[in-house]
């Protein structure tokens, strides 16, 4: 599956900002559908992920509340909708998918094996 991420961009803190993942080759409903994030000068972390069945979503910590993960099966494409933006949100966000993951994994970068590009979100006044 190929993956594109996009959606980015500038926004002013309490601010929202939805990010779109198309996916072409595969149907999204076949894979674990996840974002990530990087912020500068940081290590890539989880922010949501949403399980194949399409029954189940985890979020970090960090954005329970305000972020939602969800996905159009008939376009192929997952979205983060972010609400509530802080600063501290600012960091480019990567979508990732992957087929065989157990629960126990689906918030480690490093087990997905497929990505899109980054899409960079800043937020600031």
């Known amino acids: 599956v190929q993956l594109q991420a996009f959606g980015g961009g500038f926004v002013q803190p309490g601010e929202s900002l939805r990010l779109s993942c198309a996916a072409s080759?595969?149907?999204?409903?076949?894979?674990?559908m996840a974002w990530f994030r990087q912020a500068p000068g940081k290590e890539r972390e989880f922010v949501a992920v949403?399980?194949?069945?399409?029954?189940?979503?985890i979020y970090a910590d960090s954005v329970k509340g305000r972020f939602t993960i969800s996905r159009d099966n008939a376009k192929n494409t997952m979205y983060l909708q972010m609400d509530s933006l802080k600063p501290e949100d600012t960091a480019v966000y990567y979508c990732?998918?992957?087929?065989?993951?157990?629960?126990?994994?689906?918030?480690?970068?490093?087990?997905?094996?497929?990505w899109g590009q980054g899409t960079l979100v800043t937020v600031s006044s």
């Open positions: 990732a998918a992957d087929k065989t993951l157990i629960h126990s994994s689906l918030g480690q970068a490093e087990q997905y094996d497929y």
């Open positions: 080759g595969r149907a999204v409903r076949d894979y674990h």
């Open positions: 949403m399980k194949k069945s399409g029954y189940t979503t």
